[in-house]
């Protein structure tokens, strides 16, 4: 397990996108967000328990959440390349509210644009993990391969970024891709109307889930002005 733990560790620069790059100081929130969305990405491994400790099965599970995103990601590629004439008609580029500017939009969209050598590397470790597992007594084999196939089973049968994880997976994406647009909004009312006019109001629900989330993720806007001076008149 610490094995492949280790060459897990070595897949991350391999990715040729991160939704916050290094060498930049980013808001505490932002920070929270990033925790929050690992956590949703990865349920069957159950990283929120509070007697956390490494298994075949959790390990399992790790790899097949890692490989079944992975999967999704490249066929979702697939599909956007095929349907790049429609790019113009999302929400997001009509949208004036977030204050995005062009290089924002830009660099969000390159950076989902080449995953080849992460993902050819992912799918070598893969078939390594799963051919080694043989090799190990049948009950943490049996563990493990019920722990992948739990995970990588989860793998969205349809294109919304909204079906991975739980539902506010899609919220946390936009959050990390766009937190400079998020940081320069007054309020939760504003978030919440941006996120309607991207996702839709069915997606995001009311404003006081998204109150919820601010609240979570320690998201704070504006500062409350000082109250005014009240100024008595000589009689």
Known sequence: MRRLADELDKLEPLMPFKFLPDGIEYPQWVLNVEREFSLVMLPSARL?????????????????????????????MSHQTENSDKKDETP????????????????????LDSLADWYNALRRLAKRALCSSVDQTYEDMTDFLLG????????????????IGNPTFEIYVFMLIFWKAIDRLNSVRELHELLVKVFGASRIGDQ????????RIGLRFRKAGRPKKIIQTPA
Request: hydrophobic share 40%; charged share 30%; with cysteine.
């Open 92 to 111: 997001l580029a009509k949208n004036s509210l977030a204050k995005i500017t062009e290089e924002e939009w830009g660099k969000g969209l390159k950076a």
């Open 208 to 215: 006081k889930r998204i109150e919820k989330i601010c609240q």
């Open 148 to 163: 992948y196939s739990d995970a990588f089973s989860r793998k969205p049968r349809t294109f919304q970024v909204g079906n």
């Open 48 to 76: 929120k328990d509070p007697d956390f400790k490494m298994t075949p099965k959790r390990m399992g599970a790790l790899l097949g959440h890692i490989c079944e995103i992975a999967v999704w990601m490249m066929e979702w």
